[in-house]
């Protein structure tokens, strides 16, 4: 009987001990993880606005080359003055309206 106690405490300090190398290995884990997933947002945030500044560039050099009679970008331009002349009726019209 006093052996069997000494094998079940035996095998408990192995389980206890084996337990406490696979928590210290999953919060490594964990910590690498960590740093790796901070590095992955910033490289993402990074070409986030990357790939935002290419897309106006993009759209910059449609409307310079529509406005340099590219015929392929005269319906570009013809949106953007429509745009613009409305934004200027919209400020027109507040200015009425505020009595100016």
Do not use: W
């Not at 690498?32 to 990074?46: A, I």
């Not at 106006?56 to 003055?81: D, V």
């Amino acid at each position: 009987m006093l052996q069997d106690l000494e094998n079940n405490f035996s095998e408990l300090e192995r389980k206890i001990f084996l337990l406490q190398k696979n928590y210290k290995n999953l919060t490594e884990r964990l910590s690498d993880l960590t740093v790796e997933h901070e590095e992955l947002k910033t490289k993402y945030d990074e070409e986030r606005r990357r790939n935002q500044v290419l897309a106006e560039e993009q759209k910059n050099i449609k409307l310079y080359s529509a406005i340099s009679g590219n015929p392929e970008h005269n319906r570009l331009m013809k949106n953007h003055i429509n745009r613009l002349v409305k934004e200027i009726d919209f400020c027109i019209a507040q200015l009425q309206n505020s009595g100016l």
